[in-house]
């Protein structure tokens, strides 16, 4: 689902559709306001994954030694990589100013929503003394939001 999220921000495919249909206008400043967005939605998923070290896997695992993580941009959000890769893909949908980018984000919001509920299970069984406490002082996404 994610996948096919990330597709339909970058694609081409659909320029006779109405997934092509604009939004947004044609605008130099938008589209450099939407490549900076990208680019800080970039770095702050960079940033997570670098900070996440070795308790980082693609698959919901506990690995050897596992740590709970709660510095650097875990300190703001309990899953940064995705509100960094959320953040740039608003940041492409304002570039992009089309319907596609739109479902794409949906289609990439859905599939994180999932995939945050199976973290947050595997989580609070691994550490359930100290996951609960972080998970009331730190939003999952966006600082003081959601």
Avoid: D
């Avoid at 921000?9 to 938008?30: D, E, Q, V």
């Avoid at 990208?38 to 996440?52: K, Q």
């Avoid at 709970?68 to 990589?81: D, E, F, N, Q, S």
Wanted: with cysteine.
């Amino acid at each position: 689902m994610a996948l096919t999220g990330f597709s339909l921000l970058g694609s081409s495919w659909f320029a006779n559709s109405w997934l092509a249909t604009r939004f947004l206008p044609p605008s130099s400043g938008l589209a450099l306001a939407g490549f900076a967005i990208t680019s800080l939605g970039c770095a702050f998923a960079v940033w997570a994954r670098l900070t996440l070290g070795g308790n980082w896997s693609g698959q919901v695992t506990v690995k050897a030694n596992h740590e709970l993580v709660t510095k650097g941009p875990y300190a703001l959000a309990r899953h940064p990589i995705y509100t960094g890769l959320v953040l740039a893909s608003i940041g492409t949908t304002i570039a992009e100013g089309e319907m596609r980018c739109v479902l794409g984000i949906i289609l990439i919001v859905l599939a994180f929503m999932i995939k945050m509920s199976q973290e947050e299970k595997l989580m609070t069984q691994t550490f359930p003394e100290e996951y609960p406490r972080y998970r009331q002082r730190v939003k999952a996404l966006f600082p003081g939001l959601l």
